[in-house]
């Protein structure tokens, strides 16, 4: 019994990270520089083909559809990155300078471990660990993430990793904050920490930001109060306002978190050549690089989890009714993930940077008062309404 | 939890422990104390105290040490600033270590639940809910006169702050 | 004395923020969509589509020696070139002319003439110093090779890119 669950953890964790994750943030950075390139009239790589996108008319010479080609970019990117000259400046200080790389990556994929990517596949479910806190879980390893930023910054032992480590601190420090307190509408709501009764309860609610995801026609026998117009009852109405702004709230944090612009400010190319990892290079850059983008689809899958529904799309059956339902489930989480990733990309090549002082001003003066604020909006409507 | 990995953990406290304050660089100490701190968590999390477990990381080693790394790092302590440490306060620290594991081994003594071996736990603890509702119930009245100080001291450190306009 | 500049004043909407990301995003996913549906035609594809037929006339490619429609190198070896060129990168080894050649009185001709490619910046000036319109700039742009040895352009390699130019001032012909 125990090792059966040590195997089936391990298979776990190693189809996650290596087949799903890891792909994934390969494949985001692809998609950053497509979706950058198309937004600003370039075309971005587009010939690093595998096999199918060098064929005439899926890919290269076809300007219709110029997103086949370049598919290879990924593999051509990571050779790249382990051939290249691992150079290490004579002036940092050696051992936190090669601390700051791994402390960079493993909290972002450390996080997923408590996500709920799927219902369940075989009677197993398809979370890593179980655990009762989930969302303590992330908020803590994720606020472990900034050590990575800091000894960078402070081990490089130069003026401009530097002022990029002390801003990435005092950013995700305060961003911290008002991502931790625009959940708690949530946690009065459901009464739960745990991720995946969360999901359990948006299935039978209703999505936490699209609360009519319960409708009669998509899973009869699970709605039980149909009082206003069959489908949505006044406190769910009025639970809306309370839970978008949680949502947006929470949403600009994991931007914030993630460094993602408008606020990347730690690595602002313009002010600080590269922000923390200026003077790394080879695969101890490609190590902060793609833990930003980890950072990002951890931050995307909470998203999903905790607003979005997770793994929930009504009409499509759970696990239990066939392991292909459990590979559907998986996938449409992973859907709603892309989609928040794309959602990002398109912000970031929108938007310009913030001023120090205005991010600094917008993460105190208004998420921090707007998430306090929106804590006693959803406590006095669960007065107002007992239910 | 195997008895292994409690004594693993519980070393790797002792030893980041002791390396905080043997350590040249501010900067190791203090992250040799965020080592200890996981450890130490580890060790609640093994004893099923899941909630103090992660506060535990949440806020000492994610929030408070980060504070005191952005310091040090903003103070420029260097290697060669501190002090050589002069041997009447080594003398007074060894005694200070000494009196507080006397008294630790008194209470210790005179407490004889610390003798029995606890029966197991049996189903899941809910310990976020049993500590919420203990904060809210038994220890109302602290609980908000604590909240009350920490305001009282967010708003000094705002007036100190503030520039004085003339 | 510094002009304080009034900004204007912000509207309920700018001063929201929001409505503004969402306008920006409408940009730019307005040129996305333009881009995935072949609307908009900015970049080049390179290699299949050259620049040959773009260049303007005045481009200033790689430098190449000319021969003149009675078949005569029209280079004398007069070196001028040689010392102008900013980056150093011509090497002429100049030849006397045999007895008995047509040519003979214009005395020098090249032995060898090397570019290297290298060091070539594509200034133009020793077309612009050749007194015998000898050296032209041509269109060609895409100049490639293996090897620092590859990149050095000899005499042979520079008159295949340089070809035949008419229309040129025949000062070496006899009079009649």
Not at chain 1, 272 to 293: C, N, R
Not at chain 2, 105 to 126: I, M, Y
């Amino acid at each position: 019994m125990d090792w059966m669950f040590i195997l089936i953890s391990l298979a776990k964790i190693l189809g996650v990270i290596f087949g799903i994750i890891l792909p994934l943030v390969s494949y985001t950075v692809y998609a950053e520089r497509r979706v950058s390139a198309l937004m600003q009239d370039r075309i971005g790589p587009n010939r690093t083909g595998i096999p199918l996108s060098l064929i005439p008319g899926l890919g290269l010479k076809d300007r219709q559809m110029p997103l086949l080609g370049g598919m290879g970019q990924p593999i051509a990117d990571a050779v790249k990155f382990l051939l290249k000259e691992d150079f290490t400046p004579a002036h940092v200080n050696k051992f936190y300078y090669w601390l700051a790389p791994c402390l960079a990556m493993v909290p972002a994929i450390l996080t997923i471990a408590v996500v709920p990517f799927g219902s369940s596949l075989w009677g197993v479910p398809m979370v890593i660990a179980n655990v009762n806190i989930g969302v303590l879980f992330v908020f803590a390893v994720a606020s472990l993430g900034v050590y990575g930023i800091v000894l960078a910054g402070w081990s490089s032992n130069s003026k401009y990793p530097f002022l990029g480590g002390v801003r990435a601190t005092s950013q995700m420090i305060s961003y911290e904050l008002s991502m931790g307190l625009s959940i708690i509408p949530l946690f009065l709501i459901m009464g739960e920490l745990n991720l995946p009764k969360i999901v359990e309860y948006q299935i039978q609610h209703g999505w936490t930001i699209i609360p009519f995801t319960n409708l009669h026609s998509f899973a009869p026998g699970l709605y039980k109060h149909h009082t206003w117009r069959g489908w949505l009852n006044w406190k769910e109405i009025v639970m809306w306002v309370p839970m978008m702004i949680s949502f947006f709230i929470f949403t600009v944090a994991i931007f914030a978190e993630t460094n993602r612009l408008p606020f990347d400010l730690p690595e602002a190319e313009t002010e600080l050549v590269a922000g923390y990892h200026t003077e790394y290079s080879s695969m101890k850059f490609a190590l902060f690089f793609l833990g930003e983008y980890a950072a990002m689809i951890t931050g995307c899958s909470l998203i999903v989890t905790l607003f979005l529904g997770g793994w929930h799309i009504p009409g499509i059956p759970d696990g239990s009714h066939g392991w292909i339902w459990g590979l559907v489930n998986i996938g449409c989480f992973f859907a709603k993930v892309v989609a928040l990733l794309l959602f990002f990309i398109a912000i970031r090549w929108t938007l310009p940077r913030f001023r120090y002082d205005q991010l600094m001003r917008l993460g105190w003066i208004f998420f921090f008062e707007l998430a306090l604020v929106n804590i006693l909006i959803t406590a006095g409507i669960m007065a107002i309404f007992p239910n | 939890m195997p008895p292994l990995l409690f004594w693993t953990f519980a070393a790797l406290m002792l030893i980041f422990g002791i390396s905080v304050i043997a350590q040249p660089n501010p900067v190791s100490s203090a992250l040799s104390l965020v080592v200890s701190f996981i450890a130490l968590a580890v060790l609640f999390v093994s004893l099923d105290a899941f909630f103090i477990g992660i506060i535990q990381i949440l806020v000492y080693a994610g929030a408070v040490m980060v504070l005191f790394l952005f310091i040090i790092m903003l103070l420029d302590l260097r290697s060669g600033q501190r002090k050589k440490a002069h041997a009447v306060t080594v003398a007074g620290g060894i005694l200070i270590a000494l009196i507080f594991v006397a008294e630790l081994g008194q209470v210790l003594h005179a407490f004889p639940e610390g003798n029995r071996t606890a029966p197991a736990l049996g189903a899941p603890v809910q310990d976020v809910q049993s500590v919420g509702h203990v904060l809210f119930t038994s220890y109302n009245l602290p609980f908000q006169i604590v909240a009350v100080l920490i305001l009282v001291a967010t708003i000094g450190v705002v007036v100190l702050s503030k520039k004085e306009l003339d | 004395m510094a002009i304080t500049i009034q900004r204007p004043p912000l509207t309920l909407k700018e001063k929201l923020y929001v409505p503004a990301i969402f306008s920006g995003l409408a940009t730019t996913l307005k040129h996305l969509v333009n881009m995935l549906l072949g609307k908009t035609h900015v970049a080049m594809q390179y290699p299949e589509e050259k620049w040959d037929s773009h260049l303007p006339s005045y481009y200033r490619g790689a430098p190449a020696l000319v021969k003149d429609e009675h078949g005569r190198e029209r280079c004398v070896a007069c070196q001028l070139c040689e010392f102008i060129c900013p980056p150093r990168a011509i090497t002429i080894k100049p030849g006397e002319i045999a007895e008995g050649d047509k040519f003979r009185k214009v005395e020098k001709f090249p032995q060898a003439f090397d570019i290297d490619m290298i060091r070539c910046i594509y200034c133009g000036l020793c077309e612009e110093v050749c007194p015998e319109q000898a050296i032209f700039l041509q269109k060609q742009y895409a100049i490639t090779g293996l090897s620092r040895a590859e990149m050095v352009h000899d005499k042979e390699k520079l008159y295949e890119i340089g070809g035949l130019k008419t229309g040129l001032v025949h000062k070496w012909n006899d009079k009649k």
